[in-house]
């Protein structure tokens, strides 16, 4: 059976069947190319059904000469199924069609088949207290530790992996990057809700808790009048990370001050109107599957790579912030989704124990996690760690979890929001109007597109966020200004010969981020929320935002064209536009819950939200804060200073944390 199968327009049945041996070329895909398929117009009478399906057969979008019409004639017919609809299929379905985010939340999290679904491992330093960052010459030293790493640990096949991972600053530069983070966390908090609330941090993907770990330790060290006050959660998709990340906290002595939820934060309820901060690292874009193999796959993150520097940035943030707004009157509550092995939980709660031992002793660190393997693993290293009466690990899936608490708190994702899956939509080159792409699966398990107008009720709210945005070239179709302007040059442009009637470049929307960001406001309203991800991919399948899709074969990375590709055999992770989130983070956190609100006034609103969107009030309180992007760079040296970046600094005096990850972001 071959590894993928990867088409354009066409059907599959024409696609690569093998990937390339020991080659590091992209995997080649088939376009199609033809203006208009259909030999007469439509009556100008006739009006388009707003029901009909757009497929090869109506419109294209490609460029190329090559055309395939082997496509099944009745795939517009298929029944369409959602991710969560086929979670219990042991094989991927065969004769159905789904939105393209459901298409990539069932490669991805699949419980069956799904690429997360397999044996993971996830990057270690050497040793318990991360890389020895002085004894390094430099920079290219200290890749080549990194690299002779992965030789020693996961084997010869990974010589290159230096060149051809993504790392993540918790673990690289543990414990001094939490450190940073929970700083400004704490400065946050001081500022806002201390000493009237409890420091409540929810990280949101805790991967092994480094960044929990080293953010609490570093209030406990700091500022044990805070972290006395701490309550920090987790909200881990992992079951086996979720039981690492209570272990590491147990075993750190923050057992009483850590949960960990072991759910889909995109499933998990809190509906809590308290105060808090919310934490995700390397969430949004997460680059922890670069270098993998089937049956196999390894990643390293920041969090693992800095260990425990980068996790101890990120605790201080979060407990500068807690000082500022919530000591001593509430605890410090982080949730982390997604802890992966609970390195960052382990970080973070040591840090604040051995620098804030008053706020740590309020510390709660709750991971939701959904899988059950790191569930359990997390468990395990917090109850080594001494800190298992501070973490709770919940073994759920975030988007099925439910809390509904007011309490402030921190919630914490590590590259997590790469994973989320998105759809793709193009726009009707005439009028605009965006068209919702579909993935056909043959009988075959050949793959096709279709698109139809747009219906889908998550993928209208998120269009309408933007528009609801100043205009800007992130909230506009992607097209030349020229096309944008002007209604008869695009009627024009699509009656070209061979040209196409649809948007030539994809528009990947990231509809489970936005659905993820209205989950917060709705489970955890008085949040403060930590993202730490990436903002831009090479290798990248074309169009706007496109993901970067991959895996391992033979030794050597294979990149691919498309996303249409085998289910569970490949990583889909994409970028963040991080000054978009921001603002439509914003936007959400200034609109209530959907359902039982009163209606804007007025027309224009009216057409704008439509039946089920949100009204004008958002979560009281949330217009006062300031919710800033930093470069890791930027957010170590703000939030960690000297005191995190010096351990890190090589013999050239210079920090892997400010040299490495150019292409790091963190919302704070």
Not at 111 to 133: C, E, R
Not at 588 to 607: C, Y
Request: proline residues 7%; hydrophobic residues 40%; charged residues 25%.
């Amino acid at each position: 059976m071959s590894l993928t199968r990867a088409v354009a327009s066409g059907s599959a049945r024409n696609a690569l069947r093998a990937l390339p041996a020991a080659s590091s070329s992209s995997a080649r895909t088939l376009t199609t190319s033809a203006r208009r398929l259909e030999e007469k117009k439509p009556a100008k009478k006739e009006k388009r059904k707003s029901n009909r399906i757009y497929d090869k057969g109506t419109f294209n979008f490609n460029t190329s000469l090559n055309f395939v019409a082997d496509r099944d004639p009745d795939s517009g017919n298929y029944r369409t199924v959602t991710a969560a609809e086929v979670a219990h299929y042991r094989e991927p379905p065969t004769r159905v069609k789904m939105l393209v985010r459901d298409f990539i939340d069932d490669s991805l999290y699949n419980p069956q088949y799904g690429y997360f679904s397999k044996n993971v491992k996830i990057f270690t330093p050497p040793t318990a207290d991360g890389f020895p960052f002085p004894e390094f010459r430099n920079e290219a030293a200290f890749q080549e530790a990194v690299a002779q790493r992965y030789i020693d640990a996961y084997g010869e096949d990974t010589d290159s992996v230096g060149r051809q991972v993504w790392h993540t600053p918790t673990e690289l530069f543990k414990p001094y990057y939490a450190r940073a983070l929970a700083s400004a966390i704490v400065q946050s908090y001081k500022k806002t809700d201390w000493p009237h609330n409890d420091l409540v941090i929810y990280e949101v993907g805790a991967g092994n808790g480094s960044f929990m770990l080293d953010c609490l330790r570093w209030i406990r060290a700091e500022h044990p009048e805070i972290f006395r006050r701490t309550q920090y959660r987790i909200i881990e998709i992992s079951a086996m990370l979720s039981k690492q990340q209570r272990a590491r906290a147990e075993a750190a002595g923050l057992g009483d001050h850590v949960e960990v939820i072991n759910k889909d934060f995109f499933e998990w309820t809190v509906n809590s109107s308290d105060p808090c901060f919310v934490v995700a690292l390397e969430v949004f874009d997460n680059l922890a599957h670069d270098m993998i193999r089937v049956g196999r796959q390894v990643w390293h993150t920041p969090t693992e790579l800095f260990k425990p520097y980068y996790a101890r940035a990120l605790a201080s943030a979060i407990v500068q912030s807690y000082k500022k707004t919530d000591w001593p009157h509430n605890d410090l509550v982080i949730y982390e989704v997604g802890a992966g092995n609970g390195s960052f939980m382990l970080d973070c709660l040591r840090w604040i124990r051995a620098e804030h031992p008053e706020i740590f002793r309020r510390t709660q660190y709750r991971i939701i996690e959904i899988s059950a393997m790191l569930s359990k693993q997390q468990r395990a290293r917090a109850e080594a760690a001494g800190l298992g009466d501070h973490v709770e690990v919940i073994n759920k899936d975030f988007f099925e979890w439910t809390v509904n608490s007011s309490d402030p708190c921190f919630v914490v994702a590590l590259e997590v929001f790469d994973n989320l899956a998105h759809d793709m939509i193009r726009y009707d080159m005439a009028t605009l109007e965006p068209m919702q792409a579909f993935v056909a699966i043959d009988a075959h398990g050949d793959y096709s597109l279709l698109y139809e107008p747009l219906n889908d009720p998550l993928l209208r709210r998120v269009l309408a966020y933007r528009r609801l945005l100043p205009p800007s070239a992130a909230t506009q179709p992607p097209l030349a200004k020229p096309l944008l302007a002007s209604g008869t040059l695009r009627s024009v442009y699509a009656n070209m010969p061979f040209a196409p009637n649809l948007s030539p470049t994809p528009d990947f929307i990231p509809t489970k981020a936005v659905a993820f960001l209205e989950r917060l406001r709705d489970q955890l309203p008085a949040h403060r929320l930590l993202v730490a991800d990436f903002s831009s991919l090479p290798d990248a399948v074309p169009g706007r935002n496109g993901p970067v899709v991959q895996t391992r074969y033979k030794d050597s990375m294979v990149p691919c064209e498309t996303f249409l590709v085998q289910q569970g055999y490949f990583d889909i992770f994409f970028p963040t536009d991080f000054d978009l989130l921001r603002d439509t983070y914003s936007l959400i956190m200034n609109s209530p819950a959907r359902g039982g609100q009163p209606r804007p006034k007025g027309k224009k609103a009216a057409q704008a939200l439509g039946d089920d969107f949100f009204t004008s009030r958002g979560v009281q309180g949330f217009r006062r804060r300031k919710v800033n992007v930093y470069s890791q760079a930027d957010f170590v040296r703000e939030f960690g200073g000297e005191k995190v970046l010096g351990p890190t600094r090589m013999r050239d005096g210079l920090s892997p944390m400010l040299t490495m990850y150019e292409n790091a972001k963190i919302m704070f």
